[in-house]
């Protein structure tokens, strides 16, 4: 294949719910290239899914704003990016304690962060009030295999 | 199309879907808390036996029909969960006030 | 579901003969809203494919450069618009006939462009040579469904 | 891993992977290049069966086989291609000359 071993892309969709699982499919359709486990892809997806729901519900608030999510393979890891310009977070550290949710209302479980870290090797969350947020994650993905031969 | 849940005397079973996001996960507590008002039910049981995919919105969803049962002196159980989903239900804790199996 | 019936992504990837398949599942996927038959979705993939493959081969001659789409969903009709900045077409028409190719040496069989004509109920190619090429098309799904309800 | 092309007599079956676009045509066009350049093949088959997705890379790799065993006087075969993919041969004009099932 190509004598290369990174390669990027990029989605950006409307803040709605349904984009939720488009979001995951394309983010695991682009690592397939890794020849990654059943397990890695639903690992995941899980992550995308918690990033891209929190920006719909937390930070527009349901209201139809943008979602950015940016993926860049290199060699076996997988670097992902969820980018919202919603109200961001005040506090990152209390944010990303288990059972911690501001949405109680809508029965957020509060465990959002908390499956994004246990599923993906690294999270860091960077986030500004009334800016926006950004959610980094890497996962090393189908060791193993060589995927770029 | 088959219905979701289904009552059997004073248990209601539902079918979790194959995808349990937010928007399957809000769904899922609508048609249960309808089933809910008009009937005397003693336990909930999700059935996870079609399931592959869930993520924390359907942590809160099972949280927030523990809540409701518990309320009317009822519980929550699942049954039929893969490993992952299983893996998933422990990492979350609600296995401290759900039956798991 | 949402209360408007507009939806819009946009996908932008290396110009990677791996990125082909993402990009024909990405477009599927965020096509599902709709309800499509197996035979809709089929069409729409071959479509992508058909253009994607084009940007990567004939715009880019297989250097890595980027590749963006496109997809607005309005309704029922499905918009899709594949974007390179490559080397362009001089002559739109000739390129779009049936089983002209410029890359024979390729085994390309000069039915591209045909074929997103058979599947699609709309093309537009709008192309300037050194700027790149704009894949304007069009498709009604899942007719008799109503998706946003 | 199983074979893709598998020789029996001077034919050649070839297993079409499931999705035929531009990177599996090119593989396969590879493959079964390389199988002709040893042996007496009069006929290379194509089998479909598998196949769910195919574009005109696909055709161009029908076309460039076709060439290759009418330059020995063989030929090209389709078989068990299903309705899509039948429908996609004939839109091509392929099955003029090659024959299909
Ligand atoms: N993208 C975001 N923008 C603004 N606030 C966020 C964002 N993501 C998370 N938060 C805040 O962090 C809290 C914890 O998030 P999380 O662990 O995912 O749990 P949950 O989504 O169940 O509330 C949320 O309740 C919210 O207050
Ligand atoms: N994105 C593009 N950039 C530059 N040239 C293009 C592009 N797409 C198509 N072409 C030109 O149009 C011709 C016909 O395209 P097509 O019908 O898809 O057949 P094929 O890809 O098999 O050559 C190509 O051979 C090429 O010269």
Known sequence: MEKTNTNEMMIEFDSYTCNEAFARVAVAAFCTQLNPTLEEVADLKTAVSEAVTNAIIHAYDEKVEKIRIICKIVAHDMYITVIDHGKGIPDVDKAMEPLYTTKPQLERSGMGFAFMEAFMDEITVVSEPGKGTQVHMKKRVGIGTSPFV | MKEICEKRGNKLYVTVP????????????????????????????????????????????????????????????????????????????????????
């Open chain 2, 18 to 101: 194959i995808e349990l996001d937010h928007v399957e996960a809000d769904q899922l507590r609508q048609e249960v808390e309808r089933m809910l008002v008009d009937a005397v039910i003693r336990e909930v049981i999700f059935d996870f036996r079609n399931t592959v995919f869930m993520d924390s919105s359907g942590i809160g969803m099972l949280m927030g029909r523990q809540r409701s049962m518990q309320q009317m002196g009822g519980c929550v159980r699942v049954i039929h969960a893969g490993e992952r989903i299983q893996r998933i239900l422990e990492l979350s804790g609600v296995y401290k006030v759900i039956t798991i199996n």
